[in-house]
């Protein structure tokens, strides 16, 4: 464990002297604040809106910067230390294939969970002061789901980079690949279901349908932040198949930590079994 620990120290620390830490936090509380206060713009309407509007707005920006930034922080960190020639060299260490793995993903999970708690920390503590006549209890319960969620859905991208920079041998393939696996989850995933459901005419089992939005880390993400406050009107698309799923909110954060814990344990195993 101390290993590991060591290994998360140092990649901590370079986040922090390379300013990652710094700058995605600056960017989380902007953007937050932002959303915050002119989410409701476009129906004519500057100033915090509602607290489930927040969050749902939220959420939809999370689906598409949470995930970018995952990969950008973690694709190149097997890959990249053997392009750099650090990777036999830290392997010369008392320190197992397994401990170095878990070490980075640990530092890179912390790094990125120490972002979206102060970014997103931040505003919420400018609209529960800021904001009169808020109700700070569901303001609090809200924004502490929405940055669990954010951490775990994260922490799926980091795997999923991971499982990449095991398995390839450079750094622009590596890069490739995430930015593919990127388009495909946050872009081109939903676009398939509501193809495959237009094109089936109904017929697609309506039974499985649902169950097909687990396969997608940012469906269960949107769900999440969304369907908490039991408004089902506010899902659009095929996040109205949502609805129907039967596993209530523990299934989803289940999903989630599926989301993180699969992909990590494959990488785990084609690094140990990568030639150097």
Known sequence: MNSIWTIARKELSDSLRNRWLMAISLVFATLALGIAWFGAAASGQVGYASTPATIASLASLGIFLIPLIALLLAYDAIVGEEEGGTLLLLLTYPLSRSQLLLGKF????????????????VAGVAIAVLVDDVAIASLAVAMLRFIGSTVLLGWGFIALAYLISVRVSEKPIAAGLALAIWFFFVLIFDLLLLGTLVASEGQFSAELLPWLLMLNPTDIYRLLNIVAFGDSAQLSGVLSLGADLPIGFAGLWLGLVLWFAIPLAGALLLFRNRRI
Request: charged share 0%; net charge neutral.
């Open 106 to 121: 640990l530092g890179h999970g912390l790094t990125l969970a120490l972002a979206t708690v102060i970014g997103f920390g």
